[in-house]
């Protein structure tokens, strides 16, 4: 499984964006029983889980971002995304999406989202 990250970008404090992670060469069934994840890595500070959705559509938040983001996910084109409104200059990081199968970890390649004040 190959997992391309995008949607990063450039924007003003207040603004939106919309990231999102497809993960090809997946068939449905394994997409389908699949947990999903952002992650993201600030300069300096730990990697940290900021939204996750699992195989049967729990979603889960940090708690800096409930309210602001929102994570879903699309079987039919084997992508996630992650919706993040009302940015602030400390959501700049790179974010990582992240799927787990079968006791086995995917990572993608990293976007980057800065958030200018």
């Known amino acids: 499984v190959q997992l391309q990250a995008s949607g990063g970008g450039l924007v003003q404090a207040g603004g939106s964006l919309r990231l999102s992670c497809t993960a090809s060469r997946s068939i449905l069934s394994v997409f389908i029983s699949s947990d999903m994840a952002w992650y993201r890595q600030a300069p300096g500070k730990q990697r940290e889980l900021v939204a996750s959705?699992?195989?049967?559509?729990?979603?889960n938040y940090e708690d800096s971002v409930k309210g602001r983001f929102a994570i879903n996910k699309d079987n039919t084109k084997r992508t996630w995304y992650l919706q993040m409104s009302g940015l602030k200059p400390e959501d700049t990081a790179v974010y990582y999406c992240?799927?787990?199968?079968?006791?086995?970890?995917?990572w993608g390649q990293g976007t980057q989202v800065t958030v200018s004040s």
């Open positions: 992240n799927s787990v199968y079968d006791g086995r970890t995917f």
């Open positions: 959705i699992s195989s049967t559509g729990r979603k």
